[in-house]
Every structure is written in structure tokens, then in C-alpha cells.
């Protein structure tokens, strides 16, 4: 339905009147084809996981414990459930008493909630640029105003996060929280230094900051090395929301709040105003799943999975892609963020990344200003190995093919061009 046609358009309330839905996303209901390589989804390879135990776990909780399973539940979650989240945290070192939990329907519920309970219009949220697309979506569903802070291959750049803390007290206002991914950030691929993980919470102490901590994918380091938490350095100043999503299934929708005891209880309140509370079956197969079966091993297999296609996709980029165009080294998760010389558009190049059967998620849609022209997130996370060779094939054929027509425009004089050979370039480009 087109927008001027649409018979309510007066009657919808004002955090929906900007809201519309992207051609982009016409065009991923055509890269689900099968003949084409997708690195658009954020998708985790379910295929990984031992199905024959997810199949026992569901059987079981069905067989012995059928009647409270398809029951009504409490809002904040069950104390079970949140009992087995607390082992899991800490196998990544991310301190949490099980009575500081919510659950929710994944951690994008999470986002949602919590934009609800801070978030009046026209508040002001500090957020990596660029960050998580669901996020901005929450946030800006929320009305809120939501300013980037650069990052690099070392994450946020906490001193211009400074920067912007001190320009805006001068204005007299302030950041209702910074939101950060601080592993495996999605889309950049980057993960934040200790050192400045450090400094982000010396810096949540001397301007009094709340910081939104989105972790989805601290456990999927290759290495299975994990960094400090932010909640670990300054728990009273952090919400910090986890999923399952990546670590055993996003189709089981379960996610979790770890927030101080005030902002808790908000959040429960709010929880029960919008779906009442979680469902009973689905937080019984992750209790199931975390307390019967091996969880441990299963992300260890996750990482082996996730490693190799890193690997593969790196190495076909090195060996596909024309000068000029730069990407992030990822040490852990899903993603590699891509960025290409000025004159190439990577909203625009879909359709015919998409006819040359491949396809990616444009930059824009991960920054609420409109940058991010010259960028795209790869995906390496579902796609089989065998595959992500030969559409980053693909890839790298339209885009040399694009630089020979941006040559031909700009000339070698190409501003972006020129900054990349001369090493000028900083930041993950822009
Ligand atoms: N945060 C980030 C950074 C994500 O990448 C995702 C999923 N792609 C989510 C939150 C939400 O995931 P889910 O709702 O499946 O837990």
C-alpha cells in the first residue's frame, strides 16, 4: 500500500508516522532464492546444533511437565530459567544474580523495553556508528535522537564519546544512555579494547552514564577468549541484555535484562503490559537445554563453524576484491563490515548485486543519519563454506566492474581512491 493512500494516515500516533518499510527489504524476499549467496541475515547456522538432543529436551518437556509448559507464567521469567542464564554468564565472566533477571523474547524485546522505559521524544541516545539496525529500530520507535560515536578495529572511540559528553553538558543536556556492543560488534565485526572498555566505565562514572550493554556474541570468539564485561566493571551503570539467539537458537525467542534492581522492576512491569510474560515451553527447552546437555561443547562447535567460514570469506576477499576497497578483520561471531570507494552507492548496487546473485545489507540502515552510503555488512554465519567463496566471487566481479565506471567519472582523482592508497583513511571509512 502506498504511504498517500493509506485511509488511516491521520489517525496513527506520531512514533509511527516516519516509519515505513524499505525497498531493501522487498529485496531480501528475493535473496532468499536459493541460486543466490546471501550474506544479508544475521543468521546463526542452526544447522550446527545436535538435533536429536534439541528433539529429547522438547519431548521430555512436554512428556513430564506438558501441563505448566502450555500454562500462563510470571512476568519476570522463570526463576529456573534464570537460575541456568546466570551459569551461562559465567562461563563468560559476566557477573549476575539470578533475581536481577527478565527474560524476554529475545534480546530485540530487550531493546524494546528498555528504549520504552528511558526514552521520551527527542531524547538523546549515544550509540557506536554503526550499530545494530534492531536497535536503531527500538530506539527510534521510541522517538529517541540517536547520535553516533565513530568506531575503528578497536571499537568505540571512547575519546570522542568524551568529546560529545562534554559538548552536549555545555548545551546543558545530556545522553539519556549510550548504547554499545562491545563483542563482535554487528554490523562492524570489531570488538571493543580493554583499554577502552576500562575507559567507557571511568568515563560512566565521571558524567554519571547509563550504558546499554548489547551482548549477543561475546561467547563466539574463535579463540574462545572472552574481554571484560562492562557490566563486570561498573555494574550499578549498566543494562545489560543476552540472548540465545547465537549460542543455541533464535527460533526458541529467548533473551534476558540484567539491569539494577529499580530499573528491574520497570522493566517487569512493562514486560506484562505489553505480552503478559514469556512462554513457559520455550524458557523450559533452554532450561532443558542448558541443564541436560552439553551447552559448553555446542558453542565450541559454533565457534570451530563460525571460524572456518571467517576464514574462508577473508581469504576470498583478499583474493576478489579490487584496490580500494576495505573491510574489518573479524575475531569472533557473524560479520564483516566492507567499505567501498565514494563514488560506489551500496543501496543502489543491490538490485544488481542481487541479479548477479548475491547478496548483502546496505550501510545506511545501520546508522539513524543517513551515512554509510559507501558500506555493507557481510554475513558470514549461514551461508555453507562452500558458498562463500564463490559469492564474494560475485562480489568482487561487480565491484570491479562499478570502479571501472567510477574511474571513468572521477578519473584517479576518485577523493576515496586517492585517501586509500595513501593510507589517509581512518575510522572504518565512511
Ligand atoms: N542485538 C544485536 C547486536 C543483534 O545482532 C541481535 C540479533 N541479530 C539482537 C540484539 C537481537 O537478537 P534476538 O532478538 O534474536 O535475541
Known sequence: MRLETDPYLTRYAQRVQGMSASEIRALFAVAARPEIVSFAGGMPATSALDMEAVEAVAARVIRETGATALQYGGGQGRPELRRALVEVMDHQGVPAHADDLVITVGGQQALELIAKCFIDPGDIVLAEGPTYVGGIGALTSHQADIRHVPMDADGLQVDLLE?????????????????????????AGVSMSIERRLRLAELADEHDLLILEDDPYGLLTFNGDTLPSIRSLVPSRVIYVGTMSKTFAPGVRTGWIVAPRPIRDKLV?????????????????????????????????????????????????????????????PVGAFYVWLTVPRGIDTSDLLAKAISNRVAYVPGRGFYADGSGGNQMRLCFSYPEVERIAEGVQRLGELLHAELELVTAVYGDDAPQLRARRTGQASGLGG
Open 163 to 187: 568529546e560529545r559528553l562534554h559538548a552536549l553538558a555545555a548545551e546543558g543536556r545530556r545522553a539519556k544512555f549510550v548504547y554499545v556492543i562491545p563483542n563482535h560488534q554487528n554490523p
Open 269 to 329: 512491569l512493562l514486560r506484562e503490559a505489553a505480552d503478559l510474560c514469556p512462554s513457559n515451553l520455550t524458557q523450559m527447552v533452554v532450561e532443558g537445554w542448558l541443564t541436560s546437555q552439553p551447552w559448553r561443547e555446542q558453542i565450541k562447535r559454533f565457534r570451530e563453524v563460525y571460524r572456518d567460514k571467517a576464514d574462508t570469506m577473508l581469504g576470498a576477499l583478499g583474493d576478489e576484491m579490487p584496490d580500494g576497497v576495505t573491510w574489518t578483520v
